[in-house]
C-alpha cells in the first residue's frame, strides 16, 4: 500500500526534532513560573505553542508561518504536553 504525503506532513517530520526540543524548553520555562499553578490546561498549552512559535527561526520557516507551527504543535503534541501539564501540577501541589 501506498501513501501519499502532503507538503504540510513532510514539512513537520522534518521539523519533528527541532519541534519536540522547542516545546520542551518551552515547558522548562513555563514550569518556572511562580504562577505555575493558576494554569489551565488549555492555557498552559496556548503557552507552550506561543513558546515554539516564538523560535520559528530555527524551524526555517517565515513569520507567517505561526499559525500553521500552532496546529502543528496542538494535532501531534497535545497529549505529550498534556502528561507533562499533569507531572507538573502533581510536583507543584496544584
Not at 503534541?77 to 507538573?88: A, N, Q, S, V
Amino acid at each position: 500500500m501506498k501513501y501519499i504525503i502532503t507538503e504540510n506532513q513532510r514539512s513537520f517530520i522534518r521539523r519533528y526534532g527541532i519541534l519536540k526540543e522547542l516545546i520542551d524548553e518551552g515547558i522548562d520555562v513555563l514550569s518556572q513560573d511562580d504562577d505555575i499553578c493558576g494554569y489551565s490546561f488549555s492555557d498552559f498549552l496556548n503557552e507552550v505553542s506561543w513558546q515554539v512559535a516564538d523560535k520559528i527561526n530555527l524551524l526555517n520557516l517565515p513569520d507567517n508561518h505561526i499559525g500553521e507551527v500552532h496546529r502543528w504543535v496542538r494535532f501531534n503534541f497535545t497529549t505529550y504536553i498534556r502528561e507533562e501539564f499533569d507531572k507538573l501540577m502533581n510536583k507543584h501541589n496544584c
